[in-house]
């Protein structure tokens, strides 16, 4: 039986159905639970949440005085209890960069967080519930409509060893972005961040000394690793909550417009509009990204590079949709310019591609640091004159832009 109870009532023992709210204001990223641990409790209890639902089927019931009748409660149906008409929803008003990037480490801790658990999950033989994952794209989505900079310049901190979590993460966040300029809102938007978020999970049913093997892979070995959209499509159908379109995106990701991508090989207009997002989001943040097999391309060499595939590879639309969403220098291109200045981009302008917001830190002229300056290119006769490898400058961009 699910009934909603005050937090001061909550004791150990009971099964948490739902934490209602934002998932920001609590630190429990998964909604439903049985709450075992007193150090659980004691953050509930702390942690500004009035009310809670809880499942008495699953868990204790509350004590109640024998004076005093029971709160009715909710008719278990084995289904979440009756919602309440969703808040008109309002519009949400751009913010400047910095004052997003807070929210933006949290929603990206959370994310990969809540990715792990899921996949571990998985990896476990539980059950799947993504009914948090709806709830993660939500922030995203809210996150990346205030201003989308903030959680774009994250999708390339991972380490090797996490890349599996926030490879998934990077490309929810991507496609979310990729949607908006595509024209999505509501529930195609959410859909979007949903498969991008699940697109990998079949990577879950790989061993991990195959997935994560520092050399060359046996052909068995890459036969096995290609497995992985097929395993991962045979996980998610078992759940009555997955949509379509993330069976379609965890499937097809690995497809390409000409046919020969895997594993069905199909093409053209039959690779749907998700899956043709996901194929080009997918590809962007791995080679991106290091591995445990090879080094990152930096972000304006990964954009420059897929553009020579495109004509066999994506889909020429949503290519270059995707490149006006990050841009042709994304954020944490290292970039020289006519001044002899070099600037990291940390936001995209909305006048041009060409034409990016850099932070200015050092001169190539005196071979020194200078004081730092923000500077719009599409307001200022400095321009950019080519890309700089940061290697090579021994320089910390993550550092540099201010999002560690």
Same mark, same amino acid.
């Given at each position: 039986?699910?009934? %909603? ?11 948490? &159905?739902?934490?209602?709210?934002? /998932? ?46 029971p709160e009715i409660p909710i008719p278990s149906t084995q289904e979440a ?27 990206? &801790? ?51 060893d996490e890349y599996t979590y926030l490879h998934s993460v990077a490309v929810c966040m991507l496609m979310v972005a990729l949607g908006k300029q ?11 961040? *949903? ?32 497995? &992985?959209?097929?395993?991962? /499509? ?18 097809? $990701? ?25 194929? *080009? ?15 990152? /391309? ?5 954009? $420059? ?74 307001? *200022? ?9 940061? %290697? $090579? ?12």
């Amino acid at each position: 039986m699910i009934k %909603k109870i005050k937090t001061d009532d909550v004791r150990l023992g009971m099964y948490i &159905h739902e934490i209602r709210g934002n /998932w920001l204001e609590h630190p429990f990223w998964r909604k439903s639970f049985k709450l075992n641990a007193q150090k659980d409790l004691n953050t509930l209890i702390k942690c500004g949440v009035d009310e809670v639902w809880i499942d008495t089927s699953k868990g204790l019931d509350v004590i109640m005085p024998e004076t005093d009748q029971p709160e009715i409660p909710i008719p278990s149906t084995q289904e979440a209890p009756v919602e309440t008409p969703a808040p008109v929803r309002k519009s949400i008003a751009p913010v400047a960069i910095e004052q997003e990037l807070t929210s933006a480490k949290e929603i990206h &801790h959370k994310a990969k967080e809540a990715v792990i658990a899921m996949f571990n999950d998985v990896r476990m033989g539980k059950a799947l519930d993504i009914s948090e994952a709806e709830s993660l794209v939500d922030e995203i989505s809210q996150s990346i409509e205030r201003n989308s900079n903030a959680l774009l310049s994250l999708v390339r901190l991972k380490t090797v060893d996490e890349y599996t979590y926030l490879h998934s993460v990077a490309v929810c966040m991507l496609m979310v972005a990729l949607g908006k300029q595509l024209g999505f809102s509501g529930e195609q938007l959410r859909q979007a961040g *949903v498969a991008g978020l699940l697109h990998d999970i079949g990577k879950m049913a790989i061993p991990n000394e195959v997935l994560n093997k520092p050399g060359k892979l046996t052909d068995d070995e890459f036969m096995v690793v290609r497995s &992985h959209p097929q395993r991962g /499509w045979e996980i998610l159908k078992s759940c009555y909550q997955v949509k379509e379109s993330t069976l379609d995106v965890c499937l097809h $990701h690995h497809e390409r417009v000409d046919g020969r991508g895997y594993p069905e090989k199909i093409s053209g207009d039959a690779l749907s509009l998700f899956a043709r997002m996901g194929a *080009v989001c997918d590809v962007y943040d791995a080679i991106s990204s290091a591995r445990c097999y090879k080094k990152a /391309w930096e972000p304006a060499e990964a954009i $420059h590079k897929m553009a020579t595939w495109k004509d066999g590879h994506f889909d020429e639309t949503v290519f270059y949709a995707f490149v006006k969403t990050i841009g042709i220098y994304p954020n944490g291109t290292l970039v020289k310019l006519k001044s002899g200045r070099l600037g990291v981009v940390i936001e995209q302008s909305k006048k041009s591609l060409t034409t990016p917001i850099v932070k200015v830190f050092f001169s190539t002229r005196t071979d020194m640091h200078i004081p730092v300056e923000i500077l719009d290119l599409s307001e *200022v006769t400095d321009s950019i004159e080519h890309i700089e490898d940061p %290697k $090579h400058w021994h320089f910390d961009i993550s550092a540099i832009q201010g999002i560690l």
